[in-house]
Structures are given as structure tokens and as C-alpha cells.
């Protein structure tokens, strides 16, 4: 015996490596194609069709490095090629001066916490949900791999297969949007907004 595994024993390394390093990240990566189709089933078939990628390709995945990014960009990439398919087209209806402006390294303060005394009286986690789901998936993607997944800028970045500046417009102007969803459903909820107060 030289102590080389033969072609098998190779096979069940690998896949027992697999069900450990990549498995476990099940659930992170339906809750990121979800954010991006919207639809059950349609996030079934992306984390199905991502894993099966995933488990192809596992010999290109480096040990070591973070397999859950790793299959997030393989989920990001199932998903746009599913859309290419279907034809569908993302208007994200943004200012792209403000946003180049934005990305070019202006630095971005968001808003939220003017608005903080308002929404920390309700129950908000159907209403983000909600909102979150309403983004246009350009700012929605950004929106749950930083703020949702915890993922570091350039993380989110390199899935996403953009530049860090583009991350930062993108939360930008998704975080705006969200912060505007969330204080009309304050207002619907009968929640004094400052704008109320100063009448």
C-alpha cells in the first residue's frame, strides 16, 4: 500500500467534507434566495440547483476559506442566470449621479436613527420583512448579505461580483427606502411621527 486513496475513497473524503463544511449553511442560503426571488419555490429551486453546483464544483473550493460566502456567490450567480432565462429585468429606479456620487466615496450616514423613538414602540419584524421583500433586488441583495447575513462590505462585495463603493450606494439607497417603509407603517399604526409633533 502507498497510502493514496483510490478514486473512491477519494469521493467519500470529499463528500463527507462537503456534508460538513457546506450542509450547515443550508438554511443561510434559502434565507438569501428568498430575499432574492421572493417566492418559495423559486428559492427551493435556487438552493437546490446552488447546492448541486456547490457539491460539482467542490474540488475548486479551497479548505480553509469561508464556504458560506462561497456558496452565496454560487447562489447570487444561480439566481441571475435564472432571471437571464426568464427575462426578467430589475428596474431599481435610483439616481445614478447620487449613486456614482455615492460610491465614489462620499461618505454614507444613514437616517434610521432619527426615527428610532417611532418604531421602537411596535412590533416591526413583519413589517421589515415586508418591507425587505419590497426592495428592488439590486438594493435587497446588498440590504441582506450586510445588514440580515452580518457580511463585512467586502465580503457582500465579492458576492455580489461588484466594487465595495457600489455595496455602500446600493445599502444606501435600500436602507433609505426601507426607512421610508417603515415610518409610513408607523404613521398606519397610529404612532406619533416628529412630523406630527411639530403640527
Given at each position: 500500500m502507498?497510502?493514496?486513496l483510490t478514486?473512491?475513497?477519494s ?9 460538513v463544511e457546506?450542509l450547515?449553511?443550508?438554511?443561510d442560503v434559502?434565507?438569501?434566495a428568498?430575499s432574492?426571488?421572493?417566492d418559495?419555490?423559486d428559492?427551493d429551486?435556487?438552493?437546490q ?7 460539482r ?5 479551497e479548505p480553509?476559506?469561508?464556504c458560506?460566502?462561497?456558496l452565496f456567490?454560487i447562489c447570487?450567480?444561480?439566481?441571475l442566470r435564472l432571471?437571464e432565462?426568464?427575462r ?10 447620487q449613486l456614482?456620487?455615492?460610491a465614489s ?5 444613514g ?5 428610532a423613538?417611532?418604531?421602537?414602540h411596535?412590533?416591526l419584524?413583519?413589517?421589515?420583512e415586508?418591507?425587505?421583500g419590497?426592495?428592488?433586488?439590486v438594493?435587497?441583495s446588498a ?6 447575513e452580518?457580511?463585512a462590505?467586502?465580503e457582500?462585495?465579492s ?6 463603493g457600489?455595496?455602500?450606494s446600493?445599502l444606501?439607497?435600500?436602507?433609505r427606502?426601507l426607512?421610508e417603509?417603515?415610518v409610513?407603517?408607523a404613521?398606519d399604526a ?8 411639530e403640527?
Open positions: 502507498d497510502g493514496t478514486a473512491a475513497e469521493h467519500r473524503v470529499d463528500s463527507r467534507r462537503f456534508e457546506a450547515p449553511w443550508l438554511d434559502y434565507r438569501f428568498l432574492m426571488t421572493r418559495e419555490s428559492a429551486d435556487v438552493v440547483e446552488t447546492f448541486l453546483r456547490a457539491y464544483s467542490w474540488h475548486t473550493f480553509g476559506s469561508e458560506r460566502k462561497w456567490t447570487r450567480n444561480v439566481f432571471r432565462r426568464e426578467r429585468r430589475v428596474d431599481y429606479g435610483g439616481d445614478d449621479a456614482e456620487a455615492l466615496g462620499q461618505e454614507i450616514v437616517s434610521i436613527g432619527e426615527h423613538d417611532i418604531l421602537s411596535v412590533d419584524a413583519p413589517a421589515l415586508r418591507a425587505i419590497d426592495l428592488p433586488e438594493f435587497r440590504v441582506v448579505l450586510v445588514d440580515v452580518g457580511m462590505y467586502n457582500a462585495a458576492v455580489l461580483g461588484v466594487p465595495v457600489t455595496i455602500r446600493r444606501f439607497r435600500g436602507r427606502l426607512q417603509s417603515l409610513m407603517f404613521r397610529g404612532l406619533p411621527t416628529r412630523a406630527a409633533c403640527v
